[in-house]
């Protein structure tokens, strides 16, 4: 499956489209405070720890609108865009939605 945030595949013309796929993940805070609170590797305000957790949330948010595009045939999707938000009370949870279009290249 061919992943992309544009909206072509250089030398590949799309033949069909598919659809609108998605995947969304939400993670609650208190798995960040987990985290944080054995954190020993904070440097210069980065925490390796904390970024894993947040690639590991898009990757499987990426993983579930693979999984659909491919439920629909396709064979690539297009136009990727990855949105983190903070939902919930006191925005104590954090959602990673990604969409793109499913097509046939």
């Known amino acids: 499956m061919i992943l992309s945030t544009t909206p072509t595949i250089e030398g590949r013309p799309i033949r069909d489209y598919r659809g609108v796929v998605t ?8 798995l960040f405070k987990d985290f944080l609170a054995g954190i020993r590797d904070i440097v210069g305000g980065r925490s390796s720890a904390y970024e894993r957790v947040l690639r590991e949330a898009k990757d ?3 993983k579930e609108m693979q999984e659909r595009a491919e ?7 297009v136009g990727i865009d990855i949105d983190y938000e903070t939902i919930g009370e006191a925005n104590s949870m954090l959602m990673v939605a990604v969409s793109g279009t499913a097509v046939v290249i």
């Open 23 to 30: 995947g969304e993940t939400i993670i609650g805070a208190n």
């Open 60 to 62: 499987t948010s990426m």
């Open 71 to 77: 439920q629909l045939g396709a064979n690539a999707i």
